[in-house]
């Protein structure tokens, strides 16, 4: 089983839906984080979380909300799906600042 | 300015062949620097990471940092077509993670 689960790995939805996106880790880091990837773009981060009573916002984090369940999960939500939302969304963790950040295997969103 | 500034390639290198990958990053206070390989649709994976000033050496795979020219750079010696990937640089920031757009390599044969 991988370390960072992600689910769904594939969804569409329509626009206005709400959508939930979910992950789940069993490496024990504390830090988690939710990147979304454009093409071009790299990836670029929504949200991260150093415990579960620290959530901040990353770069673009409009449109998005987020829960951390646990220290193993972490959620994004979108209230309110839009198309410029299609996109590949990624679930990552680390341990400290300075190591390497560990993927989930990614979620494709469509919303039509 | 983008925090992490990659060279857009695409490149395409010929099988047996060096593939140069650069990277310039804009907050001298980062810390640690990573590249990541990431084949289509796929997650990204570590491939190399290096914290010091120099070259650090993996198989075929060189890392360097230079941190006074805010500069980092990936070296795939003996490109092999399963290197096809796109490559991105990470650099860890206070408290994120931040990547570079990615350059697509392919190896041709």
């Known amino acids: 089983d991988a370390d960072v689960t992600q689910t769904p790995r594939n969804r569409i939805t329509k626009t206005g839906k709400r959508i939930m996106l979910e992950c789940s880790q069993t490496?024990?880091?504390?830090?988690m984080y939710w990147y979304r990837q454009d093409p071009g773009l790299g990836l670029r981060l929504i949200y991260y979380?150093?415990?579960?009573?620290?959530?901040n916002k990353g770069e673009i984090s409009d449109g998005y909300s987020v829960s951390r369940q646990a220290q193993a999960k972490f959620s994004l939500s979108l209230e309110s799906a839009i198309p410029n939302q299609t996109a590949l969304y990624f679930c990552?963790?680390?341990?400290?600042?300075?190591?390497?950040?560990?993927f989930g295997q990614g979620t494709r969103l469509t919303v039509v | 300015q983008k925090e992490v500034e990659q060279n857009s390639g695409p490149l395409s290198v010929p099988e047996g062949a060096i593939a140069s990958l650069n990277c310039t990053y804009s907050?001298?206070?980062?810390?640690?620097f990573f590249w990541y390989r990431q084949y289509s649709g796929k997650s990204p994976e570590l491939i190399m990471f290096?914290?010091?000033?120099g070259d650090k050496e993996d198989g075929r795979f060189t890392a360097q940092l230079n941190k006074a020219s805010q500069y980092v750079s990936l070296l795939i010696r003996d490109s092999q077509p399963s290197d096809s990937a796109t490559y991105l640089c990470?650099?860890?920031?206070?408290?994120?993670?931040?990547f570079g757009a990615g350059t697509t390599v392919t190896v041709r044969a």
């Open positions: 990552a963790t680390s341990d400290s600042h300075r190591t390497e950040a560990f």
């Open positions: 490496k024990g880091h504390d830090r």
């Open positions: 979380s150093f415990d579960v009573k620290d959530i």
């Open positions: 907050d001298r206070g980062s810390q640690s």
């Open positions: 290096i914290y010091s000033n």
């Open positions: 990470a650099v860890w920031n206070d408290y994120k993670l931040s």
